[in-house]
């Protein structure tokens, strides 16, 4: 549906998205569509069909690539890290160390963005560069040369604090392990901790959406068998002796 396309390094082959917004994606549609369906009912007394194809979720996830083909009628060329939209500065950027992700997000959307991103690497020169020039192929591979000269100096959570500091969006570039670990990804409850019966404490993925009222409890998953007399005797009314002969 168009994601495959986008995905992937300038003139390389075509590259499977890493988050599964296929699968995700189309879940978190349908969980809106049935809210709104139970809304039409609440007011109508009617119910209805919810139709829900994985290939339109992934189509309607990619807006921002498509204005590019709805404006020009060409197709969207693979960027690699860049914008798809061909913002620049907008990239990941080579940071100090040998791990296969000690890179930084940053970029520069507005001008006051991009004047403040200048200053932090030591290029007031071109501080006061005009957004249709920095867009222009000849000067986006300058400016991201010049950017990484500087962040090749700094660790990813050093230039990520500078630039976060001085007002340019910008993220390290954190890879599983790192982000189970992490301080804020932790207090936030994304990253949370159950206790298995048999596996003990280990991490889990939290929930997402926080609500004030009705927050969500991550539990871990149980035990083969763990919940077979409840179903026997409460559900399907088996007696004590009758559940005793199924365990013999």
């Known amino acids: 549906a168009g994601a495959y396309s986008t995905t992937g390094s300038v003139g390389g082959p075509p590259l499977n998205p890493g988050p599964q917004i296929g699968d995700t994606g189309a879940g978190i549609h349908m969980a809106v569509a049935i809210l709104a369906a139970l809304r039409y009912r609440y007011e109508t007394g009617k119910g209805q069909a919810i139709d829900m194809a994985m290939t339109d979720n992934v189509i309607n996830m990619q807006r921002s690539?498509?204005?590019?083909?709805?404006?020009t009628g060409k197709p969207v060329p693979r960027s690699?890290?860049?914008?798809?939209l061909g913002t620049s500065p907008w990239n990941v950027y080579k940071c100090k160390g040998d791990d296969p992700n000690d890179y930084v997000f940053?970029?520069?959307?507005?001008?006051?963005?991009?004047t403040a991103m200048m200053?932090?690497?030591?290029?007031e020169d071109l501080a006061t560069m005009?957004?249709?020039?920095?867009?222009?192929?000849e000067m986006i591979p300058v400016l991201h040369d010049a950017i990484e000269a500087w962040t090749k100096s700094k660790t990813k959570k050093e230039a990520f604090k500078i630039f976060a500091e001085a007002g340019v969006p910008s993220a390290p570039v954190l890879d599983t392990v790192e982000i189970l670990n992490d301080p804020h990804f932790i207090q936030?409850?994304?990253i949370t901790e159950v206790v298995h019966p048999q596996r003990g404490k280990h991490k889990m993925i939290g929930c997402p959406v926080k609500m004030s009222m009705s927050p969500v409890e991550v539990?871990?998953?149980p035990t083969l068998g763990q919940h077979n007399e409840e179903i026997y005797k409460e559900l399907l009314g088996l007696s004590v002796d009758e559940l005793s002969q199924l365990k013999a």
């Open 106 to 114: 940053a970029c520069a959307p507005r001008d006051h963005n991009f």
């Open 65 to 71: 690539p498509f204005l590019y083909t709805l404006n």
């Open 188 to 190: 936030r409850g994304i």
């Open 119 to 123: 200053k932090v690497i030591g290029r």
């Open 130 to 137: 005009n957004w249709r020039v920095r867009q222009s192929p």
């Open 219 to 221: 539990r871990s998953a």
């Open 80 to 84: 690699g890290s860049g914008s798809p």
